[in-house]
């Protein structure tokens, strides 16, 4: 399957590129595997300062990256220039703390000495989605050649001019050639790829299916994969919250990116006591978005990156109608060209309903009512999903009871759900497993290695 660049505002096809041969593939391997050692030696502090460049050249070139990704997924461009400063962001971030997470740490033995150091895996092999086109790579990729690791991307079909644009941008920022490479292959090459023995580990963020599927492959290769799949978000509104606040960060916290995120809230808890009042300022909230071309300043939502996509979450949607949810807004596609879907809320979600136990990838906010904060909690982990959940209330010392409870991988209080440099990021259940950012998305692709000198 070739690579197709589509507008999802117009419907447009922008430019093609066509897959690799086998024999293309296999230089790619050759120059990355012949510069994984001088990568993997090159002191700590040199890899930083190639950080430090990526960083400069992504703000040098902000609006025109931001373009690319407003172009090719539709998302609005405020928000694809945020896409690129955070990209900016955990560039700087590892530059500057790369050397202190991989400094050797002591360890008390009966040696004379002994310590732990972390050592580079060798190439990765990054899978990455196409809704954050440039984020998903740096989250995963800076980490990795900041160890000392070189990165293979093969990237989503349908953002092939972004996936260029990045491989282009560490070109540019002097990383050696075969450090990072986009790989421009079918899914039967890159699931072949899994087991060559140039490949270390993989790191994948996508569905629940892909992370099945590549889980299986590489465990079949003994290799370290990391998968940041599917989420349902819960957003919990308790009786004492402060609901002009968490009506206000609602709408960011589903309707960011199209809804189209695996962070985003997708769940809205809300107990009955506040249950009516919040679900009509959130409405009136959602009625203010601007839907239009995402290359406006003003455009709030976008289209959908794909028509297939919109074609889903219009059948889930129109399945759970049909048993028993209550359309408040919207739940309907935009006529016209591009693949725009109207800023929706379904009301009296229960589980069972495909708007409940699926993952709406679209702007669809999911609003469940239960009787009090117990069966909130119950039911925010009722679901196979474990990836972030917030919960609203003007208690913290309750609400900071509630994110000890829930099952997920980054509980938030009072707050919007969101990827930081600075704190680790990642699922458990089945949203997968293993950690970015942080120290400890560093240390998922170094070899731990106890050294003990007698």
């Known amino acids: 399957m070739d690579y197709i660049s589509i507008n999802p505002a117009t419907g447009e096809t922008l430019k093609r590129y066509t897959t690799w041969t086998e024999d293309e593939l296999e230089q790619a391997m050759r120059q990355t595997a012949e510069a994984a050692p001088a990568w993997q030696s090159t002191r700590v502090g040199e890899r930083c300062e190639r950080l430090k460049a990526i960083a400069a050249e992504l703000r040098n070139g902000l609006d025109a990256y931001a373009s690319k990704i407003t172009l090719e997924m539709g998302k609005p461009i405020q928000e694809a220039r945020a896409e690129i400063e955070k990209c900016a962001w955990v560039s700087e971030y590892f530059a500057e703390n790369a050397e202190r997470f991989l400094r050797d740490e002591p360890a008390e033995t009966d040696?004379?000495?002994?310590?732990?150091?972390?050592?580079?895996?060798?190439?990765?092999?990054?899978?990455?989605?196409?809704?954050?086109?440039?984020?998903?790579?740096?989250?995963?990729?800076i980490p990795a050649l900041a160890a000392g690791n070189c990165v293979l991307l093969k990237h989503a079909w349908n953002v092939p001019q972004c996936a260029e644009a990045v491989e282009e941008l560490f070109r540019r920022s002097d990383f050696p050639a075969g450090v990072f490479q986009w790989l421009r292959i079918s899914h039967a090459q890159s699931e072949k790829l899994i087991d060559d023995a140039r490949i270390h580990a993989i790191s994948l963020t996508g569905s629940e299916r892909a992370g099945k599927r590549i889980a299986s492959l590489a465990g079949a290769s003994i290799k370290k994969t990391v998968l940041e799949l599917g989420g349902s978000d819960p957003f919990v509104?308790?009786?004492?919250?402060?609901?002009?606040?968490?009506?206000?960060?609602?709408?960011?916290?589903?309707?960011?990116?199209?809804?189209?995120?695996?962070?985003?809230?997708?769940?809205f808890i809300l107990v009955d006591a506040i249950a009516d009042e919040f679900l009509e300022l959130f409405k009136h909230k959602v009625q203010s978005l601007t839907v239009g071309d995402p290359s406006w300043e003003e455009t709030r939502i976008g289209p959908m990156a794909r028509s297939d996509l919109r074609d889903s979450l219009h059948r889930l949607v129109a399945e759970s109608i049909r048993q028993g949810a209550v359309p408040v807004l919207g739940c309907k596609p935009v006529e016209g060209p591009g693949y725009f879907y109207e800023p929706s809320i379904l009301d009296q979600v229960t589980p069972g309903m495909p708007a409940y136990e699926e993952e709406l990838f679209g702007p669809v906010a999911v609003v469940v009512r239960v009787r009090d904060e117990q069966e909130a909690l119950t039911m925010a982990n009722r679901h196979r999903y474990g990836l972030g959940a917030s919960v609203w209330t003007r208690?913290?010392?309750?609400?900071?009871?509630?994110?000890?409870?829930?099952?997920?991988?980054?509980?938030?209080?009072?707050?919007?759900?969101?990827s930081d440099p600075r704190v680790p990021i990642g699922g458990v259940k089945n949203s997968g497993y293993g950690r970015e950012l942080s120290i400890y998305g560093l240390r998922e692709f170094v070899n731990i290695k106890t050294v003990w000198i007698g």
Do not use: H
């Open 237 to 267: 509104v308790l009786a004492d919250a402060d609901l002009e606040l968490a009506a206000t960060t609602a709408l960011t916290a589903r309707f960011q990116n199209c809804g189209q995120s695996c962070v985003a809230a997708k769940r």
């Open 111 to 141: 040696a004379s000495r002994s310590y732990v150091t972390f050592q580079p895996l060798g190439t990765i092999l990054g899978i990455m989605p196409w809704n954050f086109p440039f984020w998903q790579v740096f989250r995963s990729g």
């Open 395 to 418: 208690d913290p010392r309750k609400g900071e009871d509630f994110a000890r409870r829930f099952q997920c991988g980054a509980a938030f209080v009072n707050g919007l759900v969101k």
